[in-house]
C-alpha cells in the first residue's frame, strides 16, 4: 500500500471552460461515505483491469446490459 502523501506523488489539473483533466502518475483514490457521480451522456471507465467489489449488494439497472 502505498502512503498518499508520498512525496514524488504528482497531479496535473487543467480547467479549461467548462472541463476539468486531470492526470494522476501513480494513485488517485477517494474514502468518503457516500460518492454520487452523474453524467447526462455517458459514463466511461478503462483500464487494463476494473474491479468493483462490495460487501453487501450491487446493482445495475439499465434498458440493456452487455456484459462479455
Known amino acids: 500500500h502505498r502512503d498518499l502523501h508520498y ?3 504528482r497531479q496535473r489539473q ?3 471552460r467548462d ?3 486531470r492526470v494522476v502518475e501513480e494513485l488517485d483514490q477517494l474514502r468518503t461515505r ?3 457521480y452523474t453524467a447526462r451522456e455517458t459514463f466511461q471507465v478503462h483500464a487494463h ?3 468493483l467489489t462490495s460487501e453487501q449488494l ?3 439497472d439499465g434498458d440493456q ?3 462479455g
Request: proline share 5%.
Open 65 to 67: 446490459i452487455h456484459v
Open 34 to 36: 457516500r460518492a454520487d
Open 58 to 60: 450491487v446493482k445495475i
Open 7 to 9: 512525496p514524488l506523488r
Open 49 to 51: 483491469d476494473t474491479l
Open 19 to 21: 472541463r476539468v483533466y
Open 14 to 16: 487543467m480547467c479549461i
